[in-house]
């Protein structure tokens, strides 16, 4: 099957099971996060008290763990609910958010990282590389600067901590430390939209509460939101037409439309 | 006076009156309940601080409780703003996000009905069925499936937690145990956008705050919101675009246009 | 060089600079504030764990307090963040929301004001009064009647406080206890929206970290954010689409219309 025709099977799939992901994310995108969700066709939940957490993720797909705005407290909620979903095979899929701009969240990713069994790690260059244990520069939770091309730097982290690694910019690149895939789909206005990389961590995670494969449902999931971006950017101006026009091209991308538009290459 | 000039009337009231709603309410939808509120002409704050809710109640004419993203110091909040309008004679809606899905909410939602003296509960139907002690089984936030028809299962849980009942879902009921209106106003896309549910539970707030009658204020705000679905279904293509043409349609529904699309039912 | 000029000038520093604004801010507003930090060309970073906020503080060229939906564990990180601000030589831009409407939110917004040394504080009428003394009736969050006029008042809390004051409202009012500017871009529909307050303080904040005289900085960047509402009053008809178009307004507001548009006056 070509990746095109892959991409479209396995978003069907997520409309048609309608996957509920339970979230622990941070508080800049809740909102928009949960939205992304519900667009691309699966079923969000956001809980974060420890009383709940693990009950929570045991009625889920697929578990999210995002250090946007970290707290002690929320680290404590996403070791219970990340060994929770440990025990009962849940995936897990995280999202450092800022590793590297601070050694609080560079250590607590570590540990996280440590501590519970990642199946994909989704970031930006600096975040992995920071994770990696690489020299990283984060700006904030911006990208800074680093030294190896993404693409290398995906196959090692994801070699070094035995799991999916999904390095996102200009290009993606999605690995298990064996195969390599780039992904060329996306749009520069993405960058100008505040949790845009949060929404594609949602992305990956329902698909792959639908693919058992993480490499794949990583980069199925990147080609399909980076092209509901490209349709987006085509017919707006700005960033907040840009960003309502992503969830409606999301929410409406099937089809031949769908697989006819997806840029994935293996390396 | 016929519903469609009631609801109306009421919408008058509160763009004049411009009642203060005070939300404890949950991450994913802090912002999008404020402008909800906002738009249809009510007064939004949001205060959590044990140090200032019971002050901030006494300011409000209406309380809004909504235990979507709950941690035991959300609790803690609730009880003492629950606390302070009842003591003061403020309405307190309650919208039990969640209830059935794990136990820590179920057993939260029944404490709070139990501590405090509730004007109005509106949940989906799993989430009503689970404060009434009926087998519920809430998919995360969404609604899962019940026996029980959901207008019946509104007047029983009224009758027996002597409140009104809101039920929401393609057809809305509402009951004090007694009297049962059915809201028919509403559009499908309302289920693919988060916080839907929470933001009706806000305008019900609003409506509440002007109109001392529960079930006229529930049914009014139900229709008033329903329609401004409708107005936003009509122009759009998807989640995100409706969402904004809700909150627009929402802010200019008044007069005529709002009078001749009420569709509310007696039963 | 005259005001437009100025103000585009200042502007062009931001979207070259790409300045880091870290944030301590509230639930209702964090993600519109994120966006609209972004869209004006600076760089936004949320952070609240005490653990890290000096250490990102460090990395920001502005640090933003706003109390809207304040607890005392933020107090904690708001306290932490300033000092650190401080003695690194940050500005700190503070957004006193609700002062006046519960003792809690005015004894501590008096107590961060005391504390830590403020280079700009920005709120409507009744918030700057409640913090210069003066008796106060803020509704809420809102705008509560006061006695003096908001340029007074402006000048009259500089004077006190030793630091920048910035009165929003219809038109605008930056004092360093000497000088006085008014401002008289924007638009009605900014009261419909939540956060639009917060967003301004955000753009305060991005010129501050490009211009060091406070009062220009404030100014520009109410007549810069004032003119963006100005745009997008023009093309739309409710408060969701207008929010929408404020954000690619500013995002695309450069060169000439931007300098022409401009309406900053001293008194």
Known sequence: ????????????????????????????VTNITANVTLAVGASPVMAYAPEEVADMVRLSRCLVLNMGTLTAGEVDAMLLAGR?????????????????????????????VRELQIDILRGNASEIAALGGLHANTRGVDAGEIT??????????????????IVTGATDYVSDGERLLAVDNGHAMLAAVTGTGCSATSVVAAFR?????????????????GLAAEHAGAVTR????????????????????????VKIREL
Chains 1, 2, 3 share one sequence.
């Open 238 to 261: 700005g960033p907040a037409s840009f960003q309502v026009a992503l969830l409606d091209a999301l929410y409406n991308l099937r089809g031949e439309r769908l697989s006819s538009g």
């Open 209 to 225: 509460a639908v693919e058992d494969d993480g490499v794949t449902a990583g980069a199925a999931a990147l080609a399909c939101y």
């Open 148 to 165: 190896i091309p993404a693409g290398q730097l995906a196959r090692k982290v994801a070699r070094d901590l035995k799991t999916v690694v």
């Open 84 to 112: 929770a979903a440990n025990e009962a095979g849940i995936p897990v899929v995280f999202d450092p958010v800022g590793a590297g701009a601070t050694p609080f969240r560079t250590e607590t990713a570590q540990m996280l």
């Open 1 to 28: 099957m070509k990746w095109g025709e892959r991409v479209m099977v396995l978003r069907e799939k997520v409309l048609e099971e309608r996957p509920l992901i339970h979230h622990i994310t941070n508080l800049v």
